[in-house]
């Protein structure tokens, strides 16, 4: 098991910014997400990047969200930018393709 701590939400205003950041308990090898679950939905992957720095993003944040990684540092973040009120979600960061717990997220509200 890994366990991972996110950090950096809050609370912007529509097209604001905000840079999240998850640091893991170990390195990690495999593939990393960044999840969302807004309320009365369930968590979606919107981000992921592997090892070698390699990223897909789902749809509705191509162009506004960039996942990277310090492998050094065992931390991944999610620079969000354009910032619209249906992003408000508890953001998650876990391995994608290995089941593991999750933490507590971090929660983003986009709201004027």
């Known amino acids: 098991q890994v366990q991972f701590v996110e950090a950096g939400g809050g609370l912007v205003q529509p097209g604001g910014s905000l840079k999240l950041s998850c640091t893991a308990s170990?390195?990690?090898?495999?593939?990393v997400g960044w999840y969302r679950q807004a309320p009365a939905k369930q968590r979606e992957l919107v981000a992921a990047?592997?090892?070698?720095?390699?990223?897909n993003y789902e749809d509705s944040v191509k162009g506004r969200f960039t996942i990277s990684r310090d492998n050094g540092k065992r931390t991944v973040f999610l620079q969000i930018n354009s910032l619209k009120p249906e992003d408000t979600a508890v953001y998650y960061c876990?391995?994608?393709?290995?089941?593991?717990?999750w933490g507590q997220g971090t929660q983003v509200t986009v709201s004027s």
């Open positions: 990047i592997t090892l070698g720095g390699r990223t």
């Open positions: 170990r390195n990690i090898v495999n593939q």
């Open positions: 876990n391995l994608v393709t290995i089941e593991n717990s």
